[in-house]
């Protein structure tokens, strides 16, 4: 009878949950709370790592100096082409009919300019060349002497050129109309010019008088007749074109004919003046 009712003590240690847990959690160990891992740390993004190296700069000093010399190339030039565009404002606004004029009277200054180098250079080459240099010198002083004396006007002229009559039945041309007419043919190359009866010089004035216009304080009467002597392929397509003397006259209800000739003669003189004060300088 004691067998039955005593139980064998290995056979109670292996039913008792304590006993199989020698820490007394009376569980088993995977139920047991886990401990709080560290986040891992957040890799950088591309961005990010483009900052970081580039800023702050890290600038050697040979770096900085082409970086100064790049800013002040780059402000000259922006200084540069602002002046240009500030003195091509006035040409920017000008009309068409301006432009071919300017153009054209550009293109003739500079053939007169090719054409006195030319001639220069002949002369040059005639003294250098000459046998009797003296006579030659003085030949070339004689007909320097003559163009001069075409200049004052205290010489007759004759040679190609145009006539141009401004007939004003209305009354509208006024001084300044003829100064316009003038300073164009002066820019087509006219090379003596006379009005009416007045020879035009470098000190030719207008102005507006009671009864009309005057030229150098003498009165002149219409038609005004202009003697030119120069190129007429020059001097007539310079009155003429779009914008010129020809159809600014025609606007102020006045006429303007243009005939061209091999000879015109510009025969009204000017006085000859001596200076009061200036002599020639020997050296």
Same mark, same amino acid.
């Given at each position: 009878?004691?067998?039955?009712?005593?139980?064998?003590?290995?056979?109670?240690?292996?039913?008792?949950?304590?006993?199989?847990?020698?820490?007394?959690?009376?569980?088993?160990?995977?139920?047991?709370?886990?401990?709080?891992?560290?986040?891992?740390? +957040?890799?950088?993004?591309?961005?990010?790592?483009?900052? +970081?190296?580039?800023?702050?700069?890290?600038?050697?000093?040979?770096?900085?100096?082409?970086?100064?010399?790049?800013?002040?190339?780059?402000?000259?030039?922006?200084?540069?082409?602002?002046?240009?565009?500030?003195?091509?404002?006035? /040409?920017?606004?000008?009309?068409?009919?301006?432009?071919?004029?300017?153009?054209?009277?550009?293109?003739?200054?500079?053939?007169?300019?090719?054409? *006195?180098?030319?001639?220069?250079?002949?002369?040059?080459?005639?003294?250098?060349?000459?046998?009797?240099?003296?006579?030659?010198?003085?030949?070339?002083?004689?007909?320097?002497?003559?163009?001069?004396?075409?200049?004052?006007?205290?010489?007759?002229? *004759?040679?190609?050129?145009?006539?141009?009559?401004?007939?004003?039945?209305?009354?509208?041309?006024?001084?300044?109309?003829? /100064?316009?007419?003038?300073?164009?043919?002066?820019?087509?190359?006219?090379?003596?010019?006379?009005?009416?009866?007045?020879?035009?010089?470098?000190?030719?004035?207008?102005?507006?008088? +009671?009864?009309?216009?005057?030229?150098?304080?003498?009165?002149?009467?219409?038609?005004?007749?202009?003697?030119?002597?120069?190129?007429?392929?020059?001097?007539?397509? +310079?009155?003429?074109?779009?914008?010129?003397?020809?159809?600014?006259?025609?606007?102020?209800?006045?006429?303007?004919?243009?005939?061209?000739?091999?000879?015109?003669?510009?025969?009204?003189?000017?006085?000859?003046?001596?200076?009061?004060?200036?002599?020639?300088?020997?050296?």
């Amino acid at each position: 009878m004691s067998d039955e009712h005593d139980d064998d003590p290995q056979d109670r240690h292996a039913e008792d949950p304590q006993a199989q847990d020698p820490q007394g959690g009376g569980a088993h160990a995977e139920d047991a709370p886990e401990e709080p891992r560290e986040p891992a740390a +957040a890799q950088p993004s591309g961005r990010q790592r483009l900052v +970081a190296g580039l800023w702050p700069p890290r600038a050697s000093r040979a770096q900085l100096t082409v970086a100064v010399l790049l800013f002040v190339l780059g402000l000259g030039l922006a200084i540069q082409v602002n002046t240009t565009s500030d003195n091509g404002g006035a /040409l920017r606004g000008a009309r068409q009919e301006d432009l071919v004029r300017i153009l054209t009277e550009v293109d003739n200054r500079t053939q007169r300019l090719e054409d *006195e180098k030319r001639g220069l250079e002949t002369q040059r080459s005639e003294l250098q060349s000459s046998s009797d240099q003296a006579a030659e010198a003085l030949k070339q002083t004689r007909q320097k002497e003559q163009q001069l004396g075409i200049l004052a006007g205290t010489v007759a002229a *004759e040679g190609p050129g145009i006539t141009l009559t401004i007939t004003d039945p209305h009354g509208g041309v006024a001084a300044d109309s003829l /100064l316009d007419t003038l300073q164009e043919l002066r820019a087509a190359g006219a090379e003596a010019i006379q009005i009416n009866d007045v020879r035009v010089v470098a000190d030719t004035y207008f102005t507006d008088g +009671a009864d009309g216009v005057l030229i150098d304080g003498r009165p002149v009467s219409q038609p005004y007749v202009f003697k030119v002597i120069g190129n007429p392929q020059d001097l007539e397509p +310079a009155l003429n074109i779009p914008g010129g003397v020809v159809q600014t006259l025609e606007k102020e209800q006045a006429t303007a004919d243009v005939v061209r000739s091999q000879k015109i003669v510009v025969d009204a003189l000017r006085p000859l003046k001596q200076p009061d004060y200036a002599r020639s300088s020997s050296r």
